[in-house]
């Protein structure tokens, strides 16, 4: 049965459901009602778990980092500011080859402050190794994160759950929680191979040397393209489990037939859903929602763009001086199609920036009138705001 | 679908009454959707709080722009640019004040009722949320008051529960059962 509960306080209790031994979290908004809701779990004796509440997010990585290592199930969340406090970290977690998950509650980055929904911070780390897996739903939230675990301990790699701060992580909607036999038949007693053990002594990240250096990092990238094959997989065993998919690497929607595609990342996807079924006289488009950014899924993203005349990469983060961050990679990925689509790239709702319902048919007129692509461009933006040299 | 706008301040309870009405709906086997627009949350500064209730399941995510019903917790807000955007030709407006009133001179009619002043009598905080719930739900009949009662239930326990179940059923007897109950129908409820 569907219960009426926020984004937030449904994560903490599938998190309890994973039954993490340890979590280590600092707040921030807007991941703060995750883990406040896990710390009531543990505290009202319905999670057995080490909460430890560190001094910063560097300190929240270090202890997942070392929980997981010493062979505990371990999680972290957090946003924005915290994410690039713990980039260090981060990294270190990736090449380590530790499994752990966490939340990421999608949160633009300072300066200057901005409280609010993008994915510029999750943007940020896309380098750092990790398994980036971004949710469209609060349902998918839910789901991804319990097939998190799984992955993150198959694959030993981390894997980052994004999910849009307040767009998801502070609405009240009707979602189906999984019962614990459920995820318990799913997720095994967590195990670390390369765990330390004081009976088979051993050392983790010690120096490693230029003869070696490129082999690791070699080995780190064919361990993210080979999880492919494992996020898949997860999403169709889960799915037998609960009855619900989330689109294992990236899922196609809309109409199959259209010739115009639109790619998001994220919660940004219902709305533009809603608006082209509320304006039939607007061309239709094949939504492509790409759920695995990391790994990149080069493969399956051609075949969901094979007969597009024109593609619109719609993202929530920029590179500036470059444009795009997941437009260009999508455009290299399509380029050597026999016919390959047009790709225009926006950037939208950046730092809260309302993702309203003409939001559709204004990127659908756009492109439909240009005859090439354009340039990457932030849309909505007040030009007569700015100085003249910024317009 | 029917789309309600929340406005009030940081600090009166606007996320979660947004939270409430939106559970009693699903509560009732319903679709609903409660979400914030935050500004920086501070006691005090405007805040808004968005609900949509639909018998399908909702898929969009943006803000309510062109709502049926706004809910306003300060009266002071009604002069605030923004309050009164979008509301829609036949759109009603449910608002605190000193004294209870009905205005239907202009577009859309105001029901002012005393929420704080009940807040206070039987709850002890100037905190006109659920009063507001009480009278919006008499008003449209979108659900049974008991639906309210049953969010309220679990959300608090003892005599805070019981203090909350007396304001209700005090501030559902000050407006006119099902006066606003074609504007709900009309608004896709």
Redesign the interface.
């Known amino acids: 049965m569907a219960l009426a509960l926020e984004g937030s306080l449904a994560l903490a209790r599938t998190i309890a459901l994973c039954r993490p031994q340890v979590v280590a979290a600092y707040p921030i908004t807007p991941q703060t009602h995750i883990v406040e809701g896990i710390a009531k779990l543990v505290a009202d004796g319905q999670l057995n778990c080490e909460m430890v509440s560190v001094e910063s997010e560097h300190s929240a990585a270090s202890v997942a980092l070392g929980a997981a290592v010493a062979g505990s199930r371990a999680y972290t969340a957090s946003a924005s500011q915290g994410i690039l406090l713990m980039a260090e970290v981060l990294f270190d977690i990736a090449g380590l080859r530790v499994p752990l998950v966490m939340t990421c509650a999608n949160r633009a980055l300072s300066g200057p402050l901005n409280i609010w929904n993008d994915q510029q911070d999750s943007m940020a780390v896309r380098d750092a190794g990790w398994i980036q897996l971004y949710c469209a739903t609060n349902q998918e939230a839910i789901d991804t994160t319990v097939q998190a675990f799984r992955i993150a301990e198959r694959c030993e790699l981390p894997v980052m759950v994004c999910v849009d701060g307040f767009t998801l992580t502070h609405t009240l909607e009707p979602l189906e929680l999984p019962s614990a036999d459920e995820v318990d038949g799913f997720l095994p007693a967590y195990v670390f191979r390369h765990g330390l053990n004081p009976s088979d002594p051993r050392s983790l990240g010690t120096l490693v040397a230029p003869e070696h250096f490129s082999e690791v990092r070699h080995a780190h990238h064919q361990a993210l393209l080979r999880s492919m094959t494992e996020i898949e997989q997860a999403d169709a065993d889960w799915a037998a489990v609960v009855g619900r998919h989330c689109g294992g690497l990236l899922e196609v929607r809309g109409d199959p037939d259209a010739r115009l595609g639109i790619l998001t990342l994220g919660s940004v996807l219902g709305t533009l859903e809603d608006a082209m079924d509320m304006n039939p006289d607007l061309p239709r488009a094949r939504f492509i929602k790409l759920r695995s950014f990391r790994p990149f899924p080069t493969e399956a993203l051609r075949e969901a763009c094979a007969g597009l005349d024109v593609l619109i990469v719609l993202e929530r983060a920029i590179s500036p001086g470059g444009g795009g961050i997941v437009g260009p990679e999508v455009q290299m990925a399509l380029a050597n199609l026999e016919n390959p689509p047009r790709v225009h790239n926006f950037a939208a709702g950046l730092g809260g920036r309302d993702l309203s319902l003409d939001l559709y048919e204004r990127l659908v007129t756009t492109v439909t009138q240009a005859a090439s692509s354009q340039p990457f461009s932030i849309i909505d933006v007040d030009t007569t705001l700015l100085p003249e040299a910024d317009r | 679908m029917l789309e309600i706008r929340i406005h009030g301040r940081g600090g009166q309870g606007n996320?979660v009454a947004?939270?409430l009405l939106?559970?009693a709906a699903?509560?009732g086997g319903r679709?609903?959707?409660?979400?914030?627009s935050?500004g920086?949350?501070r006691r005090g500064a405007p805040v808004a709080a968005f609900v949509r209730i639909d018998a399908q399941p909702?898929?969009?995510?943006?803000?309510v722009?062109e709502p049926a019903f706004l809910i306003v917790q300060d009266p002071a807000l009604m002069a605030v640019p923004g309050t009164l955007s979008g509301l829609q030709p036949q759109g009603t407006i449910l608002v605190d004040g000193a004294v209870a009133s009905t205005n239907d001179s202009g577009d859309n009619e105001v029901i002012t009722m005393p929420a704080t002043q009940l807040a206070m009598e039987h709850i002890g905080r100037p905190v006109p949320n659920t009063a507001l719930l009480a009278a919006f739900i008499t008003l449209t009949q979108l659900m049974p008051l008991s639906a309210l009662l049953d969010?309220l239930a679990e959300r608090f326990k003892g005599p805070v529960l019981e203090n909350n179940q007396r304001l209700v059923e005090a501030a559902a007897a000050t407006v006119e059962a099902g006066r606003w109950q074609e504007v709900a129908h009309g608004a896709g409820a």
């Not at chain 2, 679709?31 to 914030?36: K, M, S, T």
């Not at chain 2, 909702?58 to 803000?63: D, E, G, K, P």
């Open positions: 996320v947004a939270y939106a559970a699903i509560d679709y609903a959707q409660a979400f914030p935050f920086a949350e909702i898929r969009r995510r943006c803000q722009r969010a």
